[in-house]
């Protein structure tokens, strides 16, 4: 027999996203960093009698396991490296005004505000700004050991020391990374093939652009410095450009509405294979004969990636720039500077996060009841919106810190101050890599027993640090909603289609693009690419919207089959265009423009809306017209616009 719910206990949609964990291979090589990384400075400062020395940088070393993401080896030491600059800093100032007052409140509000404005800049930045406001948490709340400059010098050495680690086998694995992310991206392209004329193509075509995304970064991220004198570097190029031809392919051939050959399958898994593997020679493909003009066209596309997968030299002046050579550090650096500077957003956050930070550290520094760091540093890690919502991340840490104090309150009760805490110490640790890809509140169950244990090593409190560290959690999370994101209109009434309305008319551009005779084909690639990237994007952000709770979540939901839609008519202009090519009757201008005109008035309605509005879905033309598919995905699209 089945049993239901009661209706009033039934949790809600968004809570259930939120609490649900992701799935995510173990990185077991991270764990064992982790272990070592963490483990390995507690021994070393007891072996010598200084046990916080070590505490210290076993928590520096905390920050690295957490920034232990990358696959490239050139991205791991941005990701480790550069944050713990920032770190460093940080602790710095926060150590500086120790017990100072409305001094320790003031440096950390003005550091609070600089943390969030420079998370808006990237990736890096957003780790490095996390970094700086943490550690200057860290470092006001905690009484330091020995001199000024030493606490930054330890922190930084621990994180630095999983850095070391993590680049032992780069003399033997050198460029591997890229090369398997590149090998995945054909892996991705295989899957993508054998899903057309399935309902799993829209699933594969979104892993498609995951990975090529995620390779195309890999490869820029050397390209930027090595570009034509690195012969692997160019060879990762000329593989990943050849994937192009068969992506625009496949939307042509899942129009069919039946299964391609396996050949053509299994044709493109040999390459991933070789891809893998570095081989550059012979390699007989079984491919089918092709039937049809999109046949022809993933025909020769197989046939033009074998070439240059197996070619035993590729010259770099034949490589076409499909996605735009990266520009110069120095322009890079001056363009992030402006944007902060300039950008609404970035000043609206950093006032944002600033004004929690005030909040908390006023309490802990002013108010004669006493509080600890652990307030600030609850804010610090909740208002995080680029990490996802912060009325989610402010529940799953509170949830996350109940769950972890009951480990905590197992090894402080039962496990004595010395070199127990090392053992401990080693158990825990691989936990933190292990359940961060989980989710946030995994995270945060991972990583309270570790600070508390080595906050143990330097206040000695023990289980009287349980019952307070609870109460300063919930605080800070209170703090977090109600000045981070009650007060804050646009974080609760965010307008979720303004992003996608840009992509629409991006997507009115590309539809007038893709059938121009004067087009670059290199820049229609491009153009696609960014289009498939930014509706990704979206994709993030929508799924970041429906774990808020209404009216945000609820919008998002409403919005959600849009998204998709939207895609569909991408795929729709790259199918028409591999038929052009192929030599279908090209549309008129006429067609070309009254589409156009039909998304660039969807993308309108959607931008001066927060709700779904009623558009106009009529839209007619020959109906042997090689947009005739197209103009049916648009006409769907706009129907979805409009309420039901």
Same mark, same amino acid.
């Given at each position: 027999?089945?049993?239901?719910?009661?209706i009033g206990?039934?949790?809600?949609?968004?809570?259930?996203?939120?609490?649900?964990?992701?799935?995510?291979?173990?990185?077991?090589?991270?764990?064992?960093?982790?272990?070592?990384?963490?483990?390995?400075?507690?021994?070393?400062?007891?072996?010598?009698?200084?046990?916080?020395?070590?505490?210290?940088?076993?928590?520096?070393?905390?920050?690295?396991?957490?920034?232990?993401?990358?696959?490239?080896?050139? *991205?791991?030491?941005?990701?480790?490296?550069?944050?713990?600059?920032?770190?460093a800093?940080?602790?710095?100032?926060?150590?500086?005004?120790?017990?100072?007052?409305?001094?320790?409140?003031?440096?950390?509000?003005?550091?609070?505000?600089?943390?969030?404005?420079?998370?808006s800049?990237?990736?890096?930045?957003?780790?490095?700004?996390?970094?700086?406001?943490?550690?200057?948490?860290?470092?006001?709340?905690?009484?330091?050991?020995?001199?000024?400059?030493?606490?930054?010098? @330890?922190?930084?050495?621990?994180?630095?020391?999983?850095?070391?680690?993590?680049?032992?086998?780069?003399?033997?694995?050198?460029?591997?990374?890229?090369?398997?992310?590149?090998?995945?991206?054909?892996?991705?392209?295989?899957?993508?093939?054998?899903?057309?004329?399935?309902?799993?193509?829209?699933?594969?075509?979104?892993?498609?652009?995951?990975?090529?995304?995620?390779?195309?970064?890999?490869?820029?991220?050397?390209?930027?410095?090595?570009?034509?004198?690195?012969?692997?570097?160019?060879?990762?190029?000329?593989?990943?450009?050849?994937?192009?031809?068969?992506? $625009?392919?496949?939307?042509?051939?899942?129009?069919?509405?039946?299964?391609?050959?396996?050949?053509?399958?299994?044709?493109?898994?040999?390459?991933?294979?070789?891809?893998?593997?570095?081989?550059?020679?012979? @390699?007989?493909?079984?491919?089918?004969?092709?039937?049809?003009?999109?046949?022809?066209?993933?025909?020769?596309?197989?046939?033009?990636?074998?070439?240059?997968?197996?070619?035993?030299?590729?010259?770099?002046?034949?490589?076409?720039?499909?996605?735009?050579?990266?520009?110069?550090?120095?322009?890079?650096?001056?363009?992030?500077?402006?944007?902060?500077?300039l950008?609404?957003?970035?000043?609206?956050?950093?006032?944002?996060?600033?004004?929690?930070?005030?909040?908390a550290?006023?309490?802990?520094? #002013?108010?004669?009841?006493?509080?600890?760091?652990?307030?600030?540093?609850?804010?610090?890690?909740? *208002?995080?919106?680029?990490?996802?919502?912060?009325?989610?991340?402010?529940?799953?840490?509170?949830?996350?810190?109940?769950?972890?104090?009951?480990?905590?309150?197992?090894?402080?009760a039962?496990?004595?101050?010395?070199?127990?805490?090392?053992?401990?110490?080693?158990v825990?640790?691989?936990?933190?890599?292990?359940?961060?890809?989980?989710?946030?509140?995994?995270q945060?169950?991972?990583?309270?027993?570790?600070?508390?244990?080595?906050?143990?090593?330097?206040?000695?409190?023990?289980?009287? @640090?349980l019952v307070?560290?609870?109460?300063?959690?919930?605080?800070?999370?209170?703090?977090?909603?109600?000045?981070?994101?009650?007060?804050?209109p646009?974080?609760?009434?965010?307008?979720?289609?303004?992003?996608?309305?840009?992509?629409?008319?991006?997507?009115?551009?590309?539809?007038?693009?893709?059938?121009?005779?004067?087009?670059?084909?290199?820049?229609?690639?491009?153009?696609?690419?960014?289009?498939?990237?930014? #509706?990704?994007?979206?994709?993030?952000?929508?799924?970041?919207?429906?774990?808020?709770?209404?009216?945000?979540?609820?919008?998002?939901?409403?919005?959600?089959?849009?998204?998709?839609?939207?895609?569909?008519?991408?795929?729709?202009?790259?199918?028409?265009?591999?038929?052009?090519?192929?030599?279908?009757?090209?549309?008129?201008?006429?067609?070309?423009?009254?589409?156009? @005109?039909?998304?660039?008035?969807?993308? $309108?309605?959607?931008?001066?809306?927060?709700?779904?509005?009623?558009?106009?879905?009529?839209l007619?033309g020959?109906?042997?017209?090689?947009?005739?598919?197209?103009?049916?995905?648009?006409?769907?699209?706009?129907?979805?616009?409009?309420?039901?």
């Open positions: 027999m089945s049993r239901e719910f009661p206990l039934i949790p809600p949609d968004w809570l259930v996203r939120s609490l649900r964990p992701q799935r995510s291979p173990v990185n077991r090589p991270a764990v064992a960093r982790a272990v070592i990384a963490m483990a390995l400075p507690l021994a070393l400062g007891l072996a010598a009698g200084r046990p916080a020395y070590g505490a210290l940088a076993s928590m520096g070393a905390v920050s690295g396991v957490i920034g232990d993401t990358a696959d490239a080896y050139r *991205m791991r030491i941005l990701n480790i490296a550069v944050p713990q600059l920032f770190g800093l940080g602790v710095t100032v926060g150590a500086l005004v120790f017990e100072q007052g409305w001094l320790a409140v003031t440096a950390l509000t003005g550091v609070a505000l600089l943390s969030g404005m420079i998370s800049i990237g990736a890096v930045a957003s780790v490095s700004g996390l970094l700086l406001l943490l550690n200057a948490v860290i470092g006001a709340g905690l009484p330091m050991p020995g001199d000024w400059w030493l606490p930054p010098l @330890l922190m930084s050495g621990g994180g630095l020391l999983v850095l070391a680690l993590a680049l032992l086998s780069w003399p033997l694995r050198s460029g591997v990374p890229e090369r398997t992310s590149v090998a995945a991206a054909y892996r991705a392209v295989a899957g993508l093939l054998a899903a057309c004329g399935t309902d799993a193509y829209d699933a594969a075509r979104y892993d498609v652009t995951r990975s090529l995304n995620d390779a195309y970064d890999l490869v820029l991220a050397r390209r930027a410095r090595q570009h034509g004198r690195s012969p692997e570097l160019v060879f990762l190029l000329a593989q990943l450009n050849a994937l192009t031809p068969i992506v $625009e392919a496949a939307p042509a051939a899942h129009r069919y509405g039946k299964p391609l050959p396996e050949g053509s399958v299994d044709a493109v898994r040999h390459l991933a294979d070789a891809v893998d593997a570095g081989h550059r020679g012979p @390699l007989p493909l079984r491919l089918p004969e092709p039937v049809g003009e999109t046949q022809r066209a993933l025909d020769h596309a197989l046939r033009h990636a074998a070439e240059v997968v197996t070619a035993q030299n590729v010259d770099p002046r034949t490589i076409v720039d499909r996605l735009g050579r990266p520009a110069s550090l120095s322009v890079r650096a001056y363009r992030a500077a402006r944007n902060v500077l950008s609404g957003t970035s000043w609206r956050y950093g006032l944002r996060l600033a004004l929690c930070i005030g909040i550290q006023a309490l802990v520094s #002013l108010v004669p009841v006493q509080r600890s760091y652990w307030i600030a540093l609850t804010v610090t890690f909740v *208002m995080k919106p680029d990490f996802g919502s912060v009325f989610a991340r402010a529940l799953l840490r509170a949830l996350g810190t109940v769950a972890g104090l009951v480990v905590a309150a197992v090894v402080l039962w496990v004595p101050l010395g070199w127990w805490d090392v053992v401990v110490l080693a825990l640790a691989p936990l933190i890599p292990a359940l961060t890809p989980r989710g946030f509140g995994y945060t169950a991972a990583i309270t027993p570790v600070i508390l244990l080595l906050s143990d090593v330097l206040n000695h409190l023990g289980t009287g @640090l307070p560290r609870l109460v300063d959690s919930l605080i800070g999370c209170a703090i977090a909603l109600v000045a981070g994101y009650l007060l804050w646009e974080s609760w009434h965010a307008r979720v289609g303004a992003r996608l309305a840009d992509a629409v008319a991006d997507t009115a551009r590309y539809v007038e693009t893709a059938f121009g005779d004067t087009a670059d084909p290199a820049a229609r690639a491009r153009m696609r690419r960014r289009l498939y990237r930014d #509706l990704s994007a979206i994709r993030t952000e929508f799924q970041r919207a429906l774990t808020e709770p209404p009216p945000t979540g609820r919008r998002a939901a409403a919005w959600w089959p849009l998204v998709v839609a939207v895609e569909r008519i991408v795929d729709a202009t790259t199918a028409a265009r591999v038929r052009v090519k192929q030599g279908a009757p090209s549309p008129s201008s006429a067609e070309i423009a009254q589409v156009a @005109l039909q998304l660039r008035e969807l993308a $309108e309605s959607l931008r001066e809306t927060e709700v779904l509005i009623a558009v106009r879905t009529d007619t020959p109906a042997d017209s090689i947009l005739e598919p197209l103009r049916q995905e648009v006409a769907a699209a706009r129907a979805v616009a409009s309420p039901h």
